[in-house]
């Protein structure tokens, strides 16, 4: 399993930007599915990007579609996270299929997982 560190999150007043950073200790992560995932207060967890191994497509939740942007390099993924709103308040975790290579958003089956980071948004 990989072992993420995530970073980058914190208190933003709505419309500000947060990076959120997932870096993989150990792993090139190119082949995997990597997403994002988010759990607010009292809500299940929800996933809210993906980007799918080899440079394959990426994938975005309808809430945070236009806003968001997930992007990688060899051993870290990213999530720019812009004009954020109260409702992007939560705990957003990283985590990766490594059980299929090249991995595949749409078939992904999420085994590693990061520690989560926190982000709050006042209104």
């Known amino acids: 399993q990989v072992q993420f560190v995530e970073s980058g999150g914190g208190l933003v007043p709505a419309g500000g930007s947060l990076r959120l950073s997932c870096a993989a200790s150990?792993?090139?992560?190119?082949?995997?599915?990597i997403a994002w995932f988010r759990q607010a207060p009292g809500k299940d967890r929800e996933e809210i990007s993906c980007?799918?191994?080899?440079?394959?497509n990426t994938e975005y939740a309808d809430s945070v579609k236009g806003r968001f942007t997930i992007s990688r390099d060899k051993t870290t993924v990213y999530l720019q996270m812009n004009n954020l709103k109260p409702e992007d308040t939560g705990v957003y975790y990283c985590?990766?299929?490594?059980?299929?290579?090249?991995?595949?958003?749409?078939?992904?089956?999420?085994?590693?997982w990061g520690q989560g980071t926190q982000v709050t948004v006042s209104s």
């Open positions: 150990g792993f090139i992560l190119e082949y995997y599915a």
């Open positions: 980007t799918s191994g080899r440079g394959g």
């Open positions: 985590a990766a299929d490594t059980t299929l290579v090249p991995g595949s958003c749409g078939s992904a089956n999420f085994n590693s």
